[in-house]
């Protein structure tokens, strides 16, 4: 069994990953695969080389630092764990990591973000439904 898990360091996405790890403890040849995206850049920035290296160079250590951080919430025994960082979009960089790695199940956090702010900013966890083709566990 492999579950995909999207983790962003907020108290959902902590809530995801525990459910995930108790759903896949005590089976044999489970593994997690846990996702983090870090944001693209945006063609409108007019910085120079320099700065788009550092903020490049940042978000990546910053998005390696949650990931690390969600394994080691994980404690031991754990199973098998894999990481990937990608940088985009969260919601369509989910998805085609799902795609990428055929999990039995994806599991995202629910930001809690109201009917309103979800509606004018998007969903990461509704892009996830409405994208994926698989089943999603989404947590709140």
Same mark, same amino acid.
């Given at each position: 069994?492999? &579950? ?5 360091? @907020?108290?959902?996405? %902590?809530?995801?990953? #525990?459910?995930?790890?108790? &759903? ?17 850049? @945006?063609?409108?920035?007019?910085? %120079? ?10 978000? #990546?250590?910053?998005?390696? @630092?949650?990931?690390?951080? =969600? ?10 764990? #894999?990481?990937v960082l990608r940088r985009g979009e969260p919601g369509r960089e989910i998805? =085609? #990591?799902?795609? /990428?790695? /055929?999990?039995? &199940? ?6 809690? $973000? %109201?009917?309103?702010?979800? =509606?004018?900013?998007?969903?990461? @966890?509704?892009?996830? $439904? ?6 999603? &566990?989404?947590?709140?």
């Open positions: 069994m492999k &579950l995909l898990v999207a983790v962003d360091g @907020s108290p959902p996405s %902590g809530r995801a990953l #525990e459910l995930a790890a108790r &759903l896949v403890q005590g089976r044999q040849g489970a593994r997690l695969v846990l996702v983090h995206c870090v944001p693209g850049m @945006s063609g409108d920035l007019f910085v %120079g080389p320099d700065a788009v290296y550092r903020y490049l160079e940042e978000s #990546e250590r910053l998005g390696r @630092s949650i990931l690390d951080a =969600a394994t080691r919430r994980l404690g031991e025994p754990r199973p098998p764990v #894999e990481t998805v =085609a #990591e799902a795609e /990428r790695q /055929r999990p039995d &199940l994806v599991v995202v956090g629910l930001r809690g $973000l %109201g009917r309103v702010t979800s =509606a004018l900013l998007g969903s990461v @966890s509704g892009y996830v $439904l409405e994208h994926w083709r698989g089943p999603v &566990l989404v947590v709140h």
